[in-house]
């Protein structure tokens, strides 16, 4: 009898360790700075691409989700302190980050390009990094590490925004700015007299979800996530959602769409 309740007992505290585990909200880290993938709706919660990710990923672990604003320079350290258990912000992974943190597979393919004063005769990185000139990049972004090792003339503005990026080359301050396409081609449709898009990509990235070095079973399902989502029609879902008329314009210019 001693036996049976010692066992019945064993059995119970396992299940109460496995909902516990369950209930432990799944800390995301994303900058809630780059819309439409992380951004605040007019009542500050966080909505976007990414939040959708997100909270579909949540569902898929039966975890409630809890999203970390974070300056995009500071998610990989709140990774590697465990403040939060994964990042999920347009990161691109690249063999620099590989160094510090783990990536799940890749889930979106996309690339650097420029946005360039309306006026200016910039055609191609080439173009930019000419004595005189101006590029300006978000700090701790891939576009930052490509100005820092690829130009040699140009000088390399680096802010803390994209916002303040695309100001720079509005107001003729800076002749280009260094980013992924999609938000490339929102900036120019948001400054079209001010402003020119160069979509076509310097330089081939793709993103995905950091995890922390070692975290493998956390990356073993995020994976499997990714994998089941994209069979199902999520990744397309989120498309036609967040970005039906970036995906039109893409096709028109003959530019291969991210998803």
Same mark, same amino acid.
């Given at each position: ?24 909200? *799944?800390?995301?880290g994303m ?110 972004t891939t ?74 079973? *956390? ?31 893409f096709q ?8």
């Open positions: 009898m001693k036996s049976f309740h010692r066992l019945a007992l064993l059995f119970l505290f396992a299940f109460v360790a496995a909902t516990r585990a369950a209930d432990k909200p *799944l800390i995301v900058d809630l700075s780059y819309p439409p993938f992380e951004t605040r709706d007019t009542t500050g919660a966080p909505i976007g691409v990414s939040v959708d990710l997100a909270k579909a990923l949540g569902e898929f672990l039966h975890r409630p989700v809890q999203i970390e604003n974070t300056p995009f320079a500071g998610l990989i350290p709140a990774l590697k302190t465990s403040r939060v258990d994964l990042v999920i912000s347009s990161m691109t992974a690249t063999p620099e980050r590989a160094q510090s943190i783990d990536f799940s597979e890749p889930y979106l393919k996309t690339g650097l390009c420029l946005l360039v004063g309306a006026k200016t005769d910039i055609q191609s990185i080439a173009d930019v990094d000419r004595a005189g000139r101006s590029a300006a990049v978000v700090k701790g576009a930052h590490i490509y100005a820092t090792q690829q130009l040699k003339k140009a000088r390399v503005l680096v802010l803390d925004q994209p916002a303040s990026c695309v100001l720079e080359v509005a107001q003729g301050k800076a002749d280009a700015f260094l980013f992924d396409q999609l938000s490339t081609l929102q900036n120019w449709r948001k400054n079209p007299d001010t402003t020119r898009a160069i979509l076509t990509p310097f330089q081939s990235e793709t993103w995905a979800i950091g995890l922390r070095k070692g975290n493998d079973a *956390l990356r073993t399902q995020v994976n499997a996530f990714l994998a089941d989502y994209k069979t199902k029609g999520g990744f397309d879902k989120l498309g036609d959602k967040w970005l039906s008329e970036q995906k039109a314009e028109k210019l003959g530019v291969p769409f991210v998803f």
